[in-house]
């Protein structure tokens, strides 16, 4: 008996006038791969930072963070070219600005960028026009300074709003990463435009794995005494069994690996040897495919969007 997919499309009764196209029996990745890899990051460094009780800033947290711009996504770089893999990073449009020659490098590098807001908003705060604005912005900025169209996004918090695919899709984007009920892409279809879904997981997200909790925080007030902090053996651990059970039942069907960092946490020195350690031990086994969002995007669309 086999047990590995259902037939539900409940992605589409998230939204009115929403249809799903998911892969079908016979979908496969190229080259013989049974799994596509990707290493996603957020680079949104110190946005974001909550504020103390008191409401001033908190500089232990914010400067924390900025080390994610300062430092730590260069040592990310270092990284991926020693293993030579393509990743894929999500950043947000004033980070850009504050952190020029490291965006320039990300897309320079051969890395995917997809956008993050402007300013880490939470978008589900806003209305229509304010979210659409975000947007924009976003999309400016970050193609001014990399140099590349922008056609992908994942929204801060991975929590979208309502409006959120349909002003995605408005902009021209073509991929997003914000749902997170799959271990393959799908299609999204509104008013004859498709969006491809990359669905993510908080399950191998790094700032759960070194800070639980903080998700959830964001946005909810700060803590003065943050912590206490996961431990990158522990992380290597989570990486690894998630990919070690997808690959087995890869097998049988394709899958998708997804993983999501942040300069900022998995940038730092102690924590960076997972992440070389996950990439090794990914490497070590054959017919996987490490790809960039915007190749699984495009994959999808030539297959199965009639342009
Ligand atoms: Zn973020």
Known sequence: MKFHRGDNKSGSHL??????????EDFHWP???RIAVLITFDFQAELGTPVLPTGKPDYMELTER???GRRGVWRILEILERNGVKASFMISGRTAEFYPQATRAIHEAGHDIGGHAYLHESLWEMNREQENEVIRKTKQVLEDISGAPLVGWRSPQIRASENTLNLLLENGFIWRSDYLNDDLPY??????KTMVEIPYTVATDDAQLYMPGSV?????????APGPYGNPRNALWVWQDEFDVLYEEAKRE???FIVTMHPYISGRANRSKAVEGML???KGYPEVWFSR???VAELLRKQYVKS
């Open 254 to 256: 394709p899958k998708m």
């Open 293 to 295: 969002t915007i190749d």
């Open 216 to 224: 959830r925080r964001q946005g909810g007030g700060a803590t003065v």
């Open 66 to 68: 900025q080390y994610g």
């Open 280 to 282: 090794k031990h990914i």
């Open 187 to 192: 299609l999204l279809k509104v008013n004859g």
């Open 15 to 24: 939204l009115p006038n929403v249809s799903e196209i998911q892969l079908p």
């Open 31 to 33: 080259d013989g791969a």
